[in-house]
Each structure stands twice: as C-alpha cells, then as structure tokens.
C-alpha cells in the first residue's frame, strides 16, 4: 500500500530537502504551500517548481491572511528584515522576521489536510541547530504538537495518528547542504531569501539578497559543506 | 493593568457567551472570527453584531481558505449537512460536519494574534459534554493545545505563557443557555445553524434551519433551562 505524505513546501531549501527526503523514504508526498501574506511572496512559485522537479502527487497553496495578525517583519512593510547581522547574532534572540505561532499554524493546516488524504505523516523542514531563534523550532515544540495532532483528528481518535516528520531537526546547514545535494534536489529552483530581488522578466528567478539571516546560512551551508552553491546572491 | 484577551468568536451561542465570560472576567476582549470558506459565512455578520453589542475591544476577521484542504459538509457543497438526526445519535461518531483540525487551525491563529496583542489569555468557546463528536473539542487535546502554545511562542519563552480557556468546556447547552442569559448575550443576534436560511433584504437576520445537529442542541439547551428561547427557527 503507497504511504501517503503531506510535506509543507515553502519554497525554500529546507523544505525543498524535506520533500526529496519523503520521495527517498517511498512516500507518495503531497506538498503544501501556505500564502500567507509574506513579503517573499515569489517564494510560492519556487515551491511550484520544486515540487514539480521531486515528483510531488499534488501541490495545494492555501491561503492564510496572517497580516490580519500583524506583528512579523515578514508579513509587514512597516518592520525591516534585518541584514548584515553578525554570524554570532544570528541564533540569538528572536528576531523580528519572526511570524507569531507560523509553525503551529502551518501545522495544523497540514494535520488538516493529512486527514483529508488519510496521509501517514506530515513532513516539516525545521531545524533547531541553525535555527533563527524562533521558538517554534525547537524539539519540545514539535513533541507537544505531535499529541495535539494525536488528539485533535479523526485518525488519532482511531489510533493511527499522523506522524509529525522533522527530517532536518538536528542537521547543521552544511548537512542539509550535502543532503540536498545528493537528493538531487534542484538547488537553484529553491528561495531561501526573506527580501529577494525579483527580476522584471516574467519567469526569471528571484535573486537572493544575500544579507539577510537566511540568505548568511545559506551561503555559509554549502561552504561548511564544500560544494558549490548554484545559487544566484546579489552580492 | 488592563489584561488582554483573544476570543474565538463564531458568532454562535458558545463563542458569543466565551465573549462575554471574558468580558466578565475583566478582560479587554479582542474578538477573533475565522473566514474558512464555510457555508455559514453569514455567521461572520452575527459575529460582527455580537462583538458590538458585549464591548470588544476589537474585532478582526482572518481568512483561511480551508477549502483547499477539503473533507467536511461545512466547507464543501458536495457533501451534505445531516438532518433530522436523531438526539441519541448527535454526539456519536464523528460527523460530516467535522472540518478537519479546526481548532486546532482556530487556536493557533488565535495564539497568533495573542502572541502580537501580548495577551494574557484566548479564549475558546469548546464544550466536551453536548459537542458532536468532534475530536479537538476534547479536554485532553486543549491541555495538548495549551503545551504547543506554551513551547511555541515568544510569551512562552518568556515564561508567560497565553493562557488557554475554555470556560464552557463542561457546560451543558442549558448551563450555556442560562449563562447566556444571566450575562445579557443578545441571543437573537448569534448564530449556530450549520445551513441557515437567509433572507432576502439586505440586514435581516437569518432564520435557523431547526433541523441539524447545532440548531437541535441549541433548542433543547433552552428547553431544558426552562428559558425563552429568541431564535427564530424555519421549523
């Protein structure tokens, strides 16, 4: 019987990683993208290409007016993405990039669609070594959400709850890096950048900014790792 | 210091006496409604004129087009709203009207916000005795929701998590009944039915359809607190 997946593709490459590691472990893997007003908005149709190139089942965008909530320099025009931090800033606090409860949002819409598919687990590419400072990151975070979606679904209450996957938890950047690379994930296609420069032709890629926190790690990522990194930074 | 509250406002009878238990209480109250793509979207204009009529603070509607993820009567035209059932079969079973992970998507949005208001607590208007076999509405899933709230966010970090309340979580539809009644709830103006009927002039209020699961607990929950019951039902 083909496993099913439900894998929340942001468009990024962890995500992306994600996706290629429900492929590998023989998942039918359908990926969920969330529109939630975020200001990289391009990354959507990075995810579009990705699952497409990894071989997804399906790909659902569902959108989510998380403006409405405020309080996220992602999500808001009014707070600036933070750039050039030092690489020992990065990790410490939590920044302003942080979107209030996203994880547990995106969560629980993927545990709603695991239900829907009757799908055997939800992927997610958090990652709590190279983490941002966010708290919905961390270890203990995804064990409490493992039992809400152990109690709060169909499936939980007939004993075969949806398992919460988080492939990338302890993996460094480099490790992701490597990863991704021999998963032969499309490592151009993904957008990591919380503030890219998108090019005026229509169907071009974004390019990273390469200032912001995640476009550091990035780049950091692939060289800890030494490979090359097909990604296309502004400077 | 004037504490701050986020309430998950339907505009049906449990969310708007949530309200003003909130209100009660003291809390500056921040009504919350949910536009997921339901049936019911006229539930949205009640809500509107109960949050006016118990004092919140605010009131902000956030859209999530759960319809995207499919599987329930309330989100989908394919699938019907059941009728007539019969009143030992209302909380067996998990219904069609089960929208997959509601509360758990409702929670985490209400966290969200309560995460940019820095609010002291949510409140959520879930009741385990008379609900309809719906698997997030239990005490077990809130106490998992309540973990997931306190681990993933930055009050959490903080050590001051957002509380979770659920003050009708062991009331009866009479004790909800009768509690609305003690704390002036306008009654007439909120809205549980599942499929109502609406009027053609713009302003009128919709008429309850008297036959599905929420409009017979409502009913009942009045008959059984001996109270007048304000709503007008087609039958």
Do not use: W
């Not at 071989?55 to 707070?79: E, F, M, N, Y």
């Amino acid at each position: 019987m083909t496993r099913r997946a439900v894998v929340l593709l942001s468009g990024g490459l962890d995500s992306a990683t994600c996706l290629a590691v429900a492929r590998r472990d023989g998942f039918q893997a359908h990926a969920l993208s969330v529109d939630y007003g975020q200001r990289h908005r391009v990354e959507l149709d990075a995810a579009r290409r990705v699952a497409s190139a990894l071989g997804a089942a399906g790909h659902r965008v569902v959108a989510v007016d998380l403006r409405a909530l405020g309080g996220s320099a992602l999500t808001s025009d009014a707070i600036d993405v933070p750039k050039d931090r030092e690489a020992r800033a990065i990790g410490e606090g939590i920044p302003s990039t942080y979107v209030p409860a996203r994880n547990t949002i995106l969560l629980a819409l993927a545990t709603g669609l695991a239900e829907t598919l009757d799908a055997d687990a939800v992927f997610v590419g958090v990652n709590a070594l190279d983490y941002s400072g966010y708290p919905d990151c961390r270890p203990a975070f995804l064990d409490a959400f493992r039992e809400v979606a152990r109690l709060g679904t169909q499936r939980g209450v007939e004993g075969r709850p949806t398992r919460v996957e988080a492939p990338l938890l302890s993996a460094t950047k480099a490790q992701i890096a490597a990863l991704a690379t021999s998963l032969h994930v499309p490592v151009a296609d993904t957008l990591s950048c919380y503030d890219p420069v998108v090019p005026p032709s229509a169907g071009g890629r974004p390019l990273h900014c390469g200032r912001c926190d995640a476009c550091q790690l990035r780049r950091r990522g692939f060289l800890e790792a030494g490979l090359p990194d097909p990604t296309a930074y502004v400077r």
